[in-house]
Each structure stands twice: as structure tokens, then as C-alpha cells.
Nanobody, 118 residues
């Protein structure tokens, strides 16, 4: 069983920044992609950012260039740098390690809370 652990969440004022970290118990290079998702109260979980094994990235339209996903193989960590945070970014942020051609298809972390005050 692969463990995925997020950290770095917290309370920040609007316009502030946070950096989330995601560490997996297996090499992150072994996954097809690593992604950050978020779920706000009463809403469905949504994709925030994704980075593929080849280094390609994808972002939700709502991010508008404020967030950056990156990885450090030496630290086996995926990061989400979040700048100019807004109250609507308040959510629990989850890290997902995907391997669509193998069962199980994905491993999820427990999530880290991000709260942005106005």
C-alpha cells in the first residue's frame, strides 16, 4: 500500500501565499501523473493542477496563473505553490498519485486544509 501525505496548509489572508507539499512512500517517478485536487464544503472535488511523468502540466481555468505545480525527485515530493490566494480558494487540498494502467488506479492523501480570509 502506497502512502501519500500532504502538508503545508493553513490560514492565510487574501493575497497571501502558501506552498503545499506531497510526499509518497513510493517513487513519484513511478506514477503516470501526480495531481492536486481540492474540495470546498458542499462542492465536488475538482482538479487544481497536474504534472505528468514527462513533465507536462495542466491547471484548472479558475487558477488563472496563480498556482504552480512542480516536483523534486531527490525529495520524492510534489509541490503546489499558491500565490494571490483568494477566499474562494478555501478548501481541503488533496494529492493524488495516478497509475491508470495498474490497480489500484490511484492513491489519495488525507488532505490539508487551506483557509483564506478576506
Amino acid at each position: 500500500q502506497v502512502q501519500v501525505v500532504e502538508s503545508g496548509g493553513g490560514l492565510v489572508q487574501a493575497g497571501g501565499s502558501l506552498r503545499l507539499s506531497c510526499v509518497a512512500s513510493r517513487s513519484i517517478s513511478s506514477f503516470d501523473n501526480m495531481g492536486w485536487y481540492r474540495q470546498a464544503p458542499g462542492k465536488q472535488r475538482e482538479l487544481v493542477a497536474l504534472i505528468t511523468r514527462l513533465g507536462g502540466t495542466d491547471y484548472a481555468d479558475s487558477i488563472n496563473g496563480r498556482f504552480t505545480i512542480s516536483r523534486d525527485y531527490a525529495k520524492n515530493t510534489v509541490y503546489l505553490q499558491m500565490n494571490n490566494l483568494q477566499p474562494e480558494d478555501t478548501a481541503v487540498y488533496y494529492c493524488k498519485a495516478s497509475q491508470p494502467h495498474t490497480l489500484p488506479n490511484a492513491y489519495w492523501g488525507q488532505g490539508t486544509q487551506v483557509t483564506v480570509s478576506s
